[in-house]
C-alpha cells in the first residue's frame, strides 16, 4: 500500500455521513441537494474534519460509486442508468477521448458502446451522458465545500492559525478540482450549464447556459486565482494540486484556445510551461517505470496525478480498467500482476505506424503473437494489436498487493507533456526558443531509444502531433490533439473504422463535440443542443 495515498476509502463511507450523495441522471438539479445547516455547522465546525471532506472531491476523479468496485447500480454507484464501473472518471475520459481515435478499439458490445469508435454516437449514448454527469457530479462536490469554506464561514466556524491558512489551501485545491471539470465540459461539451458555489439546487429555472468562449475566459480565470493561492510546486502531498498543476492546466487550455475561443494564445503556453520547467520537474529515466504499481516512488515527471491502490481504492475504472481490458488472446495476465484479462481493448494499425517497425522506440510496446494488424471484426480481441501501456508490476518484478484492484496512478499531467506543449507553440508563433524545443523533443526521443540514434535536428507540426501520439498515448489527450490539427473528422487523416467503415472515412464535423445529453436537453429549457444532434 501507498504511504503517500489519499485516503479514498475511508472518504466514501464519511461522505454518506456528509449527505454529498444522490446523483440523478438528468436534471434541473445538476447540483447535488446542499448538506443542511445542521449538517453543515457540525462537520465544518471542526477542522479535522476538512481533510475528509476534501478527499471526496479527490475521490471523484478516483471512484465510480460509494462502494468497493464503485457499486453496480445507483445508488451505490455515482451516476444512474450506468454500471458504477464503467462511469468513473479517468475511464469515461478514456471512452471519450482515446476510443474515439486511432489510438484504441474496444471488442465489447456493452449498449451504445461501439458507436464510440465508430463516431455515430447520438445524443441518448449513456456513455456521453454518463461523462456529462460524472463532471457535474464532481463540480457539485466541489461547490459544497466552497460554500462551507468561504471567509466568512471559517470565521464563523472558529477556524483560525495554521488550520485556517490549510483551510484556505484547501479552498484553492477545490477550486482547481473544479475548474478542471470545466475544462473537460469545455473542451467535450462546448456550451453548457453552468453552476457555481452560488447557485442553490433546486431553482426552477435551472442552470443557465453558458457559451464555450464564455466558459473559456471563466476557466481561465478560475485558473489564474488557483496559480496564485495553491501551495508552491512540490509542497504538496502527492496527488494533490499545487501551483505547478494549475500551471500545467492553464497551458493546456492555452494550447487549445483556437479551438475553444478562436484566438491562438501561443506566448501563454510559452509562459505556463516555463514555469513548470523552471519549477525542477525531471524526466524518469525510464519510460515503462511511469505506468507501474510503484510509479509513485521517486517520481520526479509527474504533476498531478489520480492516485490507485488495492485497498483504498477498488474500482473497475482507473488503471484497474487500463490494465485487465487491455489483456487478452494469448496475453498471460501473471505478467501484468492480475488474475485474468478482460479481452477489450487494442489498438489501430494507423498508430501502430506510427512507432519504427524494428521496435527501437520503447514506448510501442505491442503484444502481437495471435494478434492480426487489420481489424476486420471491432469485436474479436485477436483483430488489432495489443498495446501495453500499464502494468501491476513494480519495477522489482513483483506484482502489486492485490491483483484484483492494479495500483498504478494516472498522471494527468508530467513533464514531457509540458515539453511537447512548448515546442508546438513555439512552432505556432508563440515566442519560444526553437533550439530549445528540439532539445526537450530529443530528451523524449533519447529515453525513448535508449541512446542518441532518435534524435532529431528539425520539427514540424506533423511531428509534433505524432510525437505526442508516441510520447501521451493513452492518456486521453488524442481527440483534442487531432480536433487542434483538423485530423479528427476529416479525411486529412484516417484510421481503421472511423465513420464505421473499415478503412476509415470522414465524418460530419460536428462530432468534434459531444451532445448534451437528451434528458437534460428536455429538463432544462435554459439549453440548446450543440449542432447536428
Known amino acids: 500500500m501507498k504511504t503517500k495515498q489519499l485516503k479514498y476509502k475511508k472518504l466514501f463511507f464519511s461522505a454518506a455521513v456528509l449527505a454529498l450523495l444522490t446523483t440523478t441522471s438528468c436534471i434541473k438539479d445538476l447540483e447535488r441537494e446542499p448538506i443542511t445547516d445542521v449538517t453543515s455547522a457540525s462537520v465544518f465546525k471542526d477542522f479535522a474534519n476538512y481533510p475528509t471532506a476534501l478527499a471526496k472531491l479527490y475521490g471523484g476523479l478516483a471512484m465510480g460509486g460509494q462502494v468497493s468496485g464503485d457499486g453496480g447500480t445507483y445508488p451505490d454507484s455515482d451516476i444512474s442508468g450506468i454500471n458504477g464501473g464503467f462511469s468513473q472518471y479517468t475511464r469515461l475520459m478514456y471512452t471519450l477521448n482515446v476510443i474515439t481515435t486511432d489510438e484504441a478499439v474496444i471488442g465489447w458490445n456493452d449498449g451504445n458502446l461501439h458507436t464510440m469508435h465508430k463516431m455515430t454516437w447520438d445524443s441518448s449514448n449513456e456513455f456521453v451522458a454518463a461523462m456529462y454527469y460524472r463532471l457535474y457530479t464532481e463540480i457539485a462536490f466541489c461547490n459544497e465545500f466552497l460554500r462551507n469554506v468561504t471567509d466568512e464561514k471559517l470565521a464563523a466556524n472558529g477556524i483560525t492559525g495554521d488550520n485556517l491558512t490549510e483551510a484556505k489551501f484547501m479552498r484553492a485545491e477545490a477550486k482547481f478540482l473544479r475548474a478542471q471539470s470545466y475544462l473537460h465540459l469545455l473542451d467535450m461539451f462546448g456550451n453548457v450549464p453552468f453552476v457555481t458555489e452560488d447557485y442553490l439546487p433546486g431553482s426552477a429555472s435551472g442552470p443557465q447556459r453558458i457559451e464555450r468562449k464564455e466558459l473559456f475566459k471563466y476557466v481561465e480565470a478560475e485558473l489564474l486565482d488557483c496559480a496564485n493561492n495553491l501551495k508552491n510546486p512540490k509542497s504538496n502531498q502527492y496527488g494533490r494540486a499545487d501551483k505547478a498543476a494549475a500551471w500545467a492546466v492553464l497551458a493546456r487550455l492555452y494550447l487549445n484556445a483556437k479551438v475553444y475561443s478562436g484566438t491562438e494564445r501561443n506566448n ?43 485497498v483504498n481504492t477498488q474500482t473497475n475504472g482507473g488503471t484497474t480498467y487500463m490494465v485487465c481490458a487491455a489483456v487478452g488472446g494469448k496475453m498471460r495476465a501473471a505478467d501484468f500482476g492480475i488474475n485474468g484479462g478482460w479481452g477489450g481493448i487494442r489498438t489501430t494499425k494507423a498508430f501502430v505506424g506510427l512507432f519504427p517497425s524494428n521496435g527501437s522506440d520503447k514506448r510501442g510496446r505491442f503484444y502481437t503473437n495471435d494478434q492480426n494488424l487489420e481489424i476486420n471484426d471491432l469485436g474479436s480481441f485477436n483483430d488489432g494489436y495489443a498495446f501495453i501501456k500499464y502494468k501491476n508490476v513494480k519495477s522489482d518484478g513483483t506484482a502489486g498487493s492485490s491483483k484484483s484492484w492494479v495500483e498504478a496512478d494516472i498522471p494527468l499531467y508530467r513533464l514531457a507533456d509540458i515539453y511537447l506543449m512548448y515546442a508546438e507553440a513555439t512552432l505556432r508563433g508563440g515566442n519560444g526558443d526553437m533550439s530549445k524545443a528540439i532539445s526537450y523533443v530529443n530528451k523524449l526521443r533519447e529515453r525513448a531509444y535508449g541512446n542518441t540514434s532518435g534524435n532529431v535536428s528539425s520539427i514540424n507540426l506533423d511531428f509534433i502531433l505524432d510525437e505526442r501520439a508516441r510520447e501521451l498515448s493513452w492518456e486521453m489527450t488524442r481527440r483534442s490533439d487531432l480536433i487542434r490539427f483538423g485530423k479528427f473528422t476529416t479525411g486529412a487523416y484516417l484510421w481503421p473504422w472511423k465513420g464505421n467503415v473499415k478503412e476509415g472515412r470522414a465524418v460530419e464535423d460536428y462530432r468534434n463535440l459531444f451532445p448534451i445529453p437528451v434528458k437534460d436537453i428536455i429538463a432544462n429549457p435554459n439549453l440548446v443542443q450543440n449542432p447536428g444532434y
Open 268 to 310: 501563454d503556453v510559452i509562459t505556463y510551461t516555463n514555469k513548470v520547467i523552471e519549477a525542477g520537474y525531471a524526466l524518469k529515466s525510464d519510460y515503462a517505470s511511469l505506468f507501474l504499481a510503484d510509479n509513485n516512488v521517486g517520481n520526479s515527471e509527474a504533476i498531478f496525478t489520480v492516485n490507485f491502490d488495492g
